[in-house]
């Protein structure tokens, strides 16, 4: 059994749907894994709490063989359903900002009253506004 101690806080906690879309796995992978190989990840590694499955950052590292795949930011702006800029961003906090900069560039096409950035896509990657069909600005993250 671990000797960890962990911060309910600390990202090396996680749901195992977190985890399973974490490590780019569908959101029931570690369900399924656990079932078909309950030996594979270590004693204290993880554990059900209530109907919630807990996983530590250790637990899916042994589970998939693999580290968390670093994340990958960009901006893009699209026109006619083509990328028209794409810009690589540290995270997404700087990305933001030049979305917040490509916004008041596209003010001719924008509502103001009407700007709500959300989610832009099924699988939460997209981060933005859609001004007009085929004309978007978004944050994407890539793993």
């Known amino acids: 059994m671990s000797e960890k101690k962990y911060d309910l806080h600390d990202n090396d906690l996680m749901t195992a749907t977190e985890a399973s879309l974490r490590w780019g796995y569908d959101s029931g992978y570690v369900r399924q894994m656990k079932k078909k190989y309950p030996n594979k990840i270590p004693d204290g590694e993880i554990r059900l709490f209530g ?24 901006v893009i702006e699209e026109d006619n359903w083509s990328v028209q800029s794409q810009k690589e961003v540290k ?21 103001l009253d009407q700007v709500t950035l959300k989610y832009i896509d099924p699988a939460k990657t997209k981060f933005g506004l859609s001004i007009r069909p085929g004309k978007r600005i978004y944050i994407e993250c890539r793993k």
């Open 91 to 111: 995270n997404f906090e700087d990305g933001k900002e030049i979305l917040k900069q490509l916004i008041l560039n596209n003010l001719a096409f924008v509502n």
């Open 51 to 74: 109907k919630t499955l807990v996983i530590t950052r250790d637990g899916m590292e042994a589970l998939t063989g693999k580290k968390e795949p670093i994340p990958h930011f960009y």
